[in-house]
Antibody, heavy 117, light 106 residues
Framework: EAQLVESGGGLVQPGGSLRLSCTAS????????LNWVRQAPGKGLEWVSY????????YYADSVKGRFTISRDNGRNTLYLQMNSLRDEDTAVYYC??????????WGQGTTVIVSS | SYELTQPPSVSVSPGQTARITCSGD??????VYWYQQKSGQAPVLVIY???KRPSGIPERFSGSSSGTMATLTISGAQVEDEADYYC?????????FGGGTKLTVL
């Protein structure tokens, strides 16, 4: 069974940094592109970033461009999201997920990021 | 930036047909996907490529797309279908979710 498990969330002050990880199992990680998606408390889903299977192509939402960096280690079956210059509005549950265009619908359980002083 | 527009809420009685719309300028050229999210849970894909249903999704869920409007239809909605529904698509610079529609079945 395909699974994604996020980790690395927590409480951080405004302006701080955090790195999220997403560990995959049950499928050939290196052949799938992946997304980070977030959901602020009581709000809707927001796409954050995409990375291709090789890691060569990366895209970001305007709201995080220049502050967040997506990367992956196909040898470790792990996806990352480096988040810098964090703002209050980055407070959310962060999910890693397979884009539906891949033909696979897998989401992690989410990891919570709280940006607060 | 690209936007997908959904109604904030839709309400039906059990057994009735629920229709949730999603509008976006790029929809004539791009596939639409629909997710169901129940409270406290991760989203689940219920429609892909405009009108395909993943295995395990009940037949009462269907999708259609015409021009700049896509529609998720739940024929004979059940109480357990009460959830938030999000459309999703892509554009040249990335991906986007609609704002979400809260479906109430009571």
């Amino acid at each position: 069974e395909a699974q994604l498990v996020e980790s690395g969330g927590g409480l951080v002050q405004p302006g701080g940094s955090l790195r999220l990880s997403c560990t995959a199992s049950g499928f050939t990680f290196s052949t799938y592109s992946l997304n980070w998606v977030r959901q602020a408390p009581g709000k809707g889903l927001e796409w954050v970033s995409y990375i291709s299977s090789s890691g060569d192509n990366k895209y970001y939402a305007d709201s995080v461009k220049g502050r967040f960096t997506i990367s992956r280690d196909n040898g470790r079956n792990t996806l990352y999201l480096q988040m810098n210059s964090l703002r209050d509005e980055d407070t959310a549950v962060y999910y890693c997920a397979s884009p539906p265009s891949t033909g696979m619908d897998v989401w992690g359980q989410g990891t919570t990021v709280i940006v607060s002083s | 930036s690209y936007e997908l527009t959904q109604p904030p809420s839709v309400s039906v009685s059990p057994g009735q047909t629920a229709r949730i719309t999603c509008s976006g300028d790029a929809l004539p050229e791009k596939y639409v996907y629909w997710y169901q999210q129940k409270s406290g849970q991760a989203p689940v894909l219920v429609i892909y490529n405009d009108n395909k249903r993943p295995s395990g999704i009940p037949e009462r869920f269907s999708g259609s797309s015409s021009g700049t409007m896509a529609t998720l239809t739940i024929s004979g909605a059940q109480v357990e279908d009460e959830a938030d529904y999000y459309c999703y698509s892509t554009d040249s610079s990335g991906q986007v979710f609609g704002g979400g529609t809260k479906l109430t079945v009571l």
